[in-house]
């Protein structure tokens, strides 16, 4: 029910911004998120956006270069990257979860199947 796009080749520095289409309403009422999985590692939490659309939360290891944002009427959320680095190559994730505590938790209720981010150096 939550479809990614918007991944791709980049060079470091470079922006890029990843959709998140969700299909019968399946954002409504739940708090979103962006996970990441790179290779050889374990997926891990990237940002959180609460139900309201009020509240962000993010990883240090993103936080000031990505925004997480969401459009009600579309039902689709998003992730601005920014100064990409070579480290944020991963297969991404958007995820929907009841609370945004819940997404931090990866108590998650909705995944996407993923979009490739590859940032060259």
């Known amino acids: 029910q939550l479809v990614e796009s918007g991944g791709g080749l980049v060079q470091a520095g470079g922006s890029l911004r990843l959709s998140c289409a969700a299909s019968?309403?399946?954002?409504?009422?739940?708090?979103m998120g962006w996970f990441r999985q790179a290779p050889g590692e374990e997926r891990e939490f990237v940002a959180a956006?609460?139900?309201?659309?009020?509240?962000?939360y993010y990883s240090d290891s993103v936080n000031g270069r990505f925004t997480i944002s969401r459009d009600s009427a579309k039902n689709t959320g998003y992730l601005q990257m920014n100064s990409l680095k070579p480290e944020d190559t991963a297969i991404y994730y958007c995820a929907a979860a009841t609370t945004m505590g819940a997404v931090e938790d990866g108590s998650i209720d909705y995944w996407g199947q993923g979009t490739q981010v590859t940032v060259s150096s």
């Open positions: 956006l609460s139900r309201s659309g009020l509240g962000t």
């Open positions: 019968r309403r399946a954002l409504d009422g739940y708090a």
